[in-house]
């Protein structure tokens, strides 16, 4: 085990080639903010010094403790009715990880069934699936679920449903292609011959080949489904106050900005930002190690 | 090529009539669509009245086709807030967020194709990684947050610039930038990858061959070719930036279509948000249509494959 592994240095015009084990390059940065946010939003009952709903005018838009005037009972300040915007981040993050882990996953099963039914089943079922997929990509993602969060009103699991109802259709499409290439292959030639069902073939044999490929999409996906509900939130269709979310911290900070009130807007822009940039870098590198047909996605 | 286009438009129609089912089916599914369709805290009378005149009373069936054959006749509707029709609404605003939407497109293309071509040319170097980052950054930055950082800089700070509204030269300067610094990323990857392709083509080895400077080589052979996907891309993305720039235009309050959009839905205005809606979608629909088309004229190979 403790053998030391010589380095030899290739002629920097080849094309660097995997050498380390195939987990050996984990991008670890992104892993750990990934997984400090959802620690945070798992323990954000016993993290959050104070609560999230509810603050005292008296106290309203205090500085961070760096600045004068901040204290450090509200390390990162308070907001325009006084609540503590460090507790509301922290509570944020509880707000951005089950949306954005459940409408991603919500998106990833609903485009894989159909993925691969349209895929397997061709014909008549392919043609319906992929038109529908067709005609609603053909819309802007963020107008239709505007539209969408506009009929049913603002909740948190509505816009769960609506991200997921928006963003099935590129597994859809992504899984169907794969399928089209597996169901040419000997193993699930076998297993006609072998006398299983459609079904059988689609879920014992056809699914988990296509399974990576959705884990890939899946971790690209979730940066879009967090801007998009920070989106939906800032524009007052997404979490409803006084839930504490970071695109509705920043919509209520634009208030608070022309007067100087930084803090307001940017540490939840900066937490968004930190969170969609960490699963864009997991997904490029996932894409890369699990997945070939996806690198030039 | 008549085959083509004919299966093409099929298509088009196709997503637009499932488009206009969705929009309708949605709606009538998720409640009462008078609750939608009138003011908040209209009377009995009042909802009774749309039922009527909307048709609401009638099968479904009766009353896709009469929400058909309005759409058809250019009416969308009537705004309860502006009380003027949708569509002179909608095109009211439409001027402003073209131009919003090509200054942010020249600012795109001006920042993502030279960059691009730069990652490419020294593909695996320095500004490779760097223009790599900058797509990362570009994807993954909320248009909105950086608007508003845009804001505290330049206006709060700084001083320098209008923070909101429209007239001068310098109030589309930060909208278009927060706007196009999304699409710029992407036109850089793609200038990049395009260029990747044809910097290794037959054609540019033979240039090279025949001892031509590397910037003739970069500048004439290479760069031409490898702009098609990238000017194609951004005929789309035009498009597109017109109907995503909602959250933007909210920000600086540009007085566009994604700001009436926005009024639409915080004055609980459901006939203009679903007019522009429709209108988006029938936009985007078209541009693909026509890209498709364009070509399998320009390209054989398209029209003739299955």
């Known amino acids: 085990m403790s053998t030391s592994i010589e380095t030899i240095s290739l002629p920097s015009d080849l094309s660097p080639r995997p050498t380390a084990s195939r987990l050996g390059d984990t991008p670890l940065?992104?892993?750990?903010?990934?997984?400090?946010?959802?620690?945070?939003?798992?323990?954000?009952?016993?993290?959050?010094?104070?609560?999230?709903?509810?603050?005292?005018?008296?106290?309203?838009?205090?500085?961070?403790?760096?600045?004068?005037?901040?204290?450090?009972?509200?390390?990162?300040?308070?907001?325009?009715?006084?609540?503590?915007?460090?507790?509301?981040?922290?509570?944020?993050?509880?707000?951005?990880?089950?949306?954005?882990?459940?409408?991603?996953?919500?998106?990833?099963?609903?485009?894989?069934?159909?993925?691969?039914?349209?895929?397997?089943?061709?014909?008549?079922?392919?043609?319906?699936?992929?038109?529908?997929?067709?005609?609603?990509?053909?819309?802007?993602?963020?107008?239709?679920?505007?539209?969408?969060?506009?009929?049913?009103?603002?909740?948190?699991?509505?816009?769960?449903?609506?991200?997921?109802?928006?963003?099935?259709?590129?597994?859809?499409?992504?899984?169907?292609?794969?399928?089209?290439?597996?169901?040419?292959?000997?193993?699930?030639?076998?297993?006609?011959?072998?006398?299983?069902?459609?079904?059988?073939?689609?879920?014992?044999?056809?699914?988990?080949?296509?399974?990576?490929?959705?884990?890939?999409?899946?971790?690209?996906?979730?940066?879009?489904?967090?801007?998009?509900?920070?989106?939906?939130?800032?524009?007052?269709?997404?979490?409803?106050?006084?839930?504490?979310?970071?695109?509705?911290?920043?919509s209520d900070g634009k208030q608070g900005l022309m007067v100087g009130y930084w803090w307001l807007t940017v540490l939840p822009g900066c937490c968004i930002m930190l969170m969609v940039l960490s699963a864009n870098l997991l997904g490029d590198w996932l894409r890369v190690k699990l997945d070939p047909q996806l690198r030039q996605l | 090529m008549k085959q083509f286009v004919t299966r093409r438009l099929g298509y088009s129609l196709l997503s637009l009539l499932l488009l206009s089912l969705t929009i309708f089916f949605f709606v009538r599914v998720t409640g009462d669509p008078a609750a939608l369709l009138v003011e908040p805290g209209a009377s009995e009378e009042d909802i009774a009245a749309i039922h009527q005149r909307f048709g609401l009373d009638q099968p479904l069936w009766v009353q896709y086709g009469l929400f058909m054959l309005n759409l058809a006749r250019g009416d969308f509707g009537q705004s309860f807030y502006y009380q003027t029709p949708v569509l002179d609404l909608y095109f009211d605003r439409l001027p402003n967020s073209l131009l919003l939407a090509a200054v942010a497109m020249a600012f795109s293309l001006l920042v993502g194709i030279p960059s691009g071509?730069?990652?490419?040319?020294?593909?695996?170097?320095?500004?490779?990684?760097?223009?790599?980052?900058?797509?990362?950054?570009?994807?993954?930055?909320?248009?909105?947050?950086?608007?508003?950082?845009?804001?505290?800089?330049?206006?709060?700070?700084?001083?320098?610039?209008?923070?909101?509204?429209?007239?001068?030269?310098?109030?589309?300067?930060?909208?278009?930038?927060?706007?196009?610094?999304?699409?710029?990323?992407?036109?850089?990857?793609?200038?990049?990858?395009?260029?990747?392709?044809?910097?290794?083509?037959?054609?540019?080895?033979?240039?090279?061959?025949?001892?031509?400077?590397?910037?003739?080589?970069?500048?004439?052979?290479?760069?031409?070719?490898?702009?098609?996907?990238?000017?194609?891309?951004?005929?789309?993305?035009?498009?597109?930036?017109?109907?995503v720039a909602v959250v933007v235009e909210t920000v600086f309050a540009w007085p566009g279509v994604g700001r009436l959009l926005y009024e639409g839905i915080s004055f609980r205005d459901f006939p203009v948000v679903q007019g522009i809606v429709i209108m988006g979608g029938t936009m985007i629909v078209a541009v693909n249509l026509l890209v498709d088309v364009v070509y399998a004229v320009i390209d054989p190979r398209i029209r003739l494959e299955k």
């Not at chain 2, 540019?204 to 970069?218: D, E, F, H, M, N």
């Open chain 2, 117 to 243: 071509i730069l990652a490419a040319v020294r593909v695996g170097r320095f500004w490779d990684s760097a223009g790599k980052m900058f797509a990362l950054l570009g994807l993954s930055l909320p248009s909105f947050f950086v608007g508003l950082v845009l804001i505290l800089v330049f206006s709060v700070f700084l001083g320098w610039l209008p923070s909101s509204g429209s007239g001068g030269v310098l109030h589309i300067l930060m909208p278009a930038f927060a706007l196009g610094w999304y699409f710029a990323a992407a036109h850089m990857r793609l200038t990049r990858s395009s260029m990747l392709e044809v910097l290794g083509s037959e054609y540019v080895k033979l240039a090279r061959l025949k001892g031509l400077p590397q910037s003739l080589v970069i500048g004439k052979h290479a760069f031409k070719n490898a702009l098609i996907p990238v000017v194609t891309l951004a005929g789309i993305n035009l498009v597109l930036m017109i109907n």
């Open chain 1, 29 to 250: 940065i992104p892993l750990i903010i990934l997984a400090t946010i959802a620690l945070v939003a798992i323990f954000a009952d016993v993290l959050a010094p104070h609560n999230p709903e509810v603050g005292s005018l008296t106290a309203r838009f205090r500085p961070p403790f760096w600045q004068a005037g901040g204290s450090m009972d509200h390390i990162f300040g308070t907001d325009q009715l006084g609540r503590d915007v460090l507790s509301r981040l922290i509570f944020g993050a509880r707000v951005s990880m089950v949306v954005g882990f459940t409408a991603v996953i919500f998106a990833g099963v609903v485009g894989t069934v159909l993925g691969i039914m349209a895929g397997y089943l061709g014909g008549w079922v392919d043609q319906v699936i992929m038109r529908v997929t067709d005609a609603w990509l053909a819309l802007p993602a963020l107008t239709f679920a505007i539209f969408l969060a506009a009929i049913v009103g603002p909740s948190m699991w509505n816009i769960v449903i609506i991200l997921g109802l928006v963003y099935w259709t590129r597994y859809a499409r992504v899984v169907r292609g794969e399928v089209l290439s597996l169901k040419e292959r000997e193993f699930v030639r076998l297993a006609i011959v072998a006398g299983c069902s459609k079904w059988t073939i689609m879920r014992r044999h056809i699914l988990p080949n296509v399974v990576n490929s959705a884990i890939v999409l899946a971790t690209l996906m979730l940066g879009v489904v967090i801007v998009t509900e920070a989106s939906l939130s800032f524009l007052g269709v997404g979490v409803p106050p006084p839930q504490p979310a970071w695109g509705l911290m920043l």
